[in-house]
Structures are given as C-alpha cells and as structure tokens.
C-alpha cells in the first residue's frame, strides 16, 4: 500500500499557473493524507495576502516567511504541501526540502501556464509586462533549480487528475 511507505511530506514544486494546489489537493485526498498550501498558511500567518506582503515588506521578507512556514509544515509528518513557485528557487528553502521531503517538479508549457494564471490576477510577479514574456523569462531562469528535484511530471493542457496519476505512478 503506497500510502503505509510515505513517510515524509510529499512536496510540489513548480511555475505559478503549474497546479500546484489543485494537484496536491487531489494527491493527498487519494493518499489520504493531510494537504497545505504554503501561499495560504503564509497569508493566514500573516493576515494578508501575498501581494500586499510584496508590496509592503518586499520579496526577500516574503522568502524568508516563506522558508520558515515551509519548515513548520514539514515538521508535521507526512503530507502534500503545495509550494509557491519560487520557493524551491531559493538555495536554503530548496536544501530543507530535498533534505525533508519528496519534491516533485511539475511543468508544463508556458501557454498553458499563462492561459492557467491569466485567469487570477494575484501574482505580484506578473503586474505590468507581458505575461507570455514574463513566464517565458521566469521559467528559463528556475529551469535548473527546478531540476534538482527528483521526480519530475508533465501536468499539461489536460485534466488535472492525469497529473495526480502519474505521480502515483512515479511514487510507486
Ligand atoms: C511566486 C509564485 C506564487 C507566490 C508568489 C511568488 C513565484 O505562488 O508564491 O506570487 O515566485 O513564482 P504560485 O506558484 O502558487 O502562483
């Protein structure tokens, strides 16, 4: 039984628009397991979303709150924890996590990528440029830290449940 030999958190790590939430949603109803997102414990610690967090303390304020709410959810056993986009680009957040956790890199393209965050308009790192272009940047630029996970998963333009399959597939 999969779920007997997870025996610590099963972290997602991935582009803003990837699914991260969505997918780890699924994931840790099927394994039946305990499911957090870090943007939202991030927002609820600090009674305000991530947007105004960057506007009014900073990005490096945000990582570093955002290392520290990562480090309490995976003190907690195991889980799926979905991560903000660019945790896992910072060198000490990834290191916690490689050394804690299973990461799992989703990707996908950049259209559906942009098509999925066009939809919201919370991403501080998107205001005022071309979506396409900002992602397209971002992307190449996390490419290699994103790599340093050891598992990787296509979640494209299909269904979110086929993600969650194979990551099943991949956890096995
Ligand atoms: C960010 C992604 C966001 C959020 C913040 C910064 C990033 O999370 O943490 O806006 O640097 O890629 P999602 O990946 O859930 O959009």
Aim: proline letters at 4%; a negative charge.
């Amino acid at each position: 039984d999969l779920s007997a030999r997870i025996d610590r958190p099963i972290v997602l790590v991935g582009m803003m628009g990837v699914g991260k939430s969505t997918i780890g949603r699924k994931l840790a109803q099927l394994l039946a397991l305990p499911f957090a997102d870090a943007d939202e414990e991030i927002e609820q610690a600090a009674q305000m979303s991530v947007s105004e967090i960057f506007e009014q303390f900073g990005e490096d304020y945000f990582r570093d709150g955002e290392r520290r709410v990562i480090q309490r959810l995976m003190e907690g056993g195991p889980s799926v924890i979905a991560t903000g986009g660019g945790a896992f680009v910072q060198d000490d957040t990834r290191e916690l996590i490689l050394d804690q956790g299973i990461a799992i890199w989703l990707d996908c393209d950049v259209e559906t990528l942009v098509d999925r965050v066009s939809r919201k308009d919370t991403r501080p790192l998107l205001r005022g440029g071309d979506p396409v272009e900002i992602v397209t940047r971002i992307k190449a630029e996390r490419e290699n830290s994103y790599a340093a996970a050891p598992i990787k998963v296509i979640s494209d333009s299909g269904p979110h449940g086929e993600a969650v399959n194979r990551i099943l597939q991949a956890l096995q």
